[in-house]
């Protein structure tokens, strides 16, 4: 039987159906820029692309490693809590110690411990990823309400804040760091080994196994990686908010889940990239905002949002770029 070489290089086809999918991607977002430049002025302004862009990087942290698990064919439902998990530790140690870095390594080490807990959940005890992390969602949902007791931090050091609200040249903080974390992600997929394998696991598990790479310990190492990426996040909506409640995650995991599938994602595994979940944030983002600014109930933004992923899978399924079958 031969063997899975994960070093050999993608086939020149593979590369060109990716750069195609977001070459339509791109498309879409330039269309919904055009026509809400034709139907308000509002839209164009520099302040409302600033914001589009803050909100669109706040939302990239979230999807950013949440599609390193969807590549692998699993599933992060605690993204949410895990943000309000971390953030009001975080919050907590900034506001007895005053030191934004203490504060911020507790923040970023509470989402890298539970996207571990996720990780060994789904490959020690074998639990499928939905139910895994949806169970750990209410436990870390229970347990972060039962440590803030309905109350609220709030009032950061301004080198804190900057992290969420400061601008350089100005630019918001987090686009800055939405373009590091891009490049980051991307170089890891593509251009590594580690990356390689990651896909080689989202098409074929077993092949993945029998050709030697090492799938308990990558599974573990990307649910790592997307809980590292929530206490991120964490860390910029709390600079960005200046506050810290029980609930400040409950409303993020779907937005990060959609952003991931509209960027070309495919939740049986193995299609995917970083930066299509960039242009799936920017997407998502451009639609909320235009919709906000057309003064358009925000009853209605959550059954858009749901077409939207509908519409762009559906998409992706008839021109190829997914399938129901593995391999």
Avoid at 185 to 199: E, H, K, L
Wanted: aromatic share 8%; hydrophobic share 55%; glycine share 12%.
């Amino acid at each position: 039987m031969s063997t899975l070489d994960i070093r050999r290089p993608a086939p020149a086809f593979a590369v060109s159906q990716d750069l195609v999918r977001l070459a339509y991607r791109l498309l879409a977002a330039g269309l919904i820029c055009l026509a809400l430049s034709l139907t308000t002025d509002a839209f164009l302004s520099f302040a409302n692309i600033i914001n589009v862009l803050r909100q669109a990087s706040l939302l990239f942290f979230m999807a950013s490693g949440l599609t390193l698990v969807i590549l692998t064919g699993g599933l992060d439902l605690s993204i949410g809590a895990n943000i309000a998990l971390s953030a009001c530790l975080a919050a907590t140690v900034m506001k007895a110690t005053g030191s934004p870095w203490l504060g911020g390594l507790v923040g970023l080490g509470t989402g890298t411990l539970v996207g571990l807990v996720n990780g060994v959940l789904v490959t020690s005890l074998r639990i499928p990823a939905f139910i895994a992390t949806y169970g750990t969602m209410w436990i870390i949902h229970g347990l972060t309400y039962y440590y803030m007791a309905g109350e609220t931090i709030h009032g950061f050091p301004p080198e804190f804040r900057a992290l969420g609200s400061g601008y350089l040249w100005g630019v918001p903080v987090p686009v800055f760091l939405m373009v590091v974390f891009l490049a980051i992600g991307s170089i890891f997929t593509q251009r590594t080994t580690y990356g390689q394998q990651i896909y080689a696991i989202g098409a074929n598990p077993v092949a993945a196994h029998l050709s030697g790479i090492p799938v308990m310990k990558r599974l573990v190492l990307v649910y790592a990686i997307s809980g590292a990426m929530a206490g991120l996040a964490s860390l910029v909506f709390l600079a960005r908010l200046n506050s810290a409640e029980g609930d400040i995650g409950d409303s993020l995991t779907l937005p990060a889940i959609a952003a991931a599938l509209i960027g070309g994602a495919s939740l049986f595994g193995g299609v995917g990239t970083v930066s299509g979940t960039l242009i799936g944030a920017l997407i998502l983002t451009l639609v909320l905002n235009g919709m906000n600014i057309l003064g358009v109930s925000a009853n209605w933004q959550p059954l858009v949002t749901g077409a939207i992923v509908i519409f762009a899978v559906w998409i992706d399924i008839k021109t190829g770029g997914r399938s129901s079958e593995k391999a």
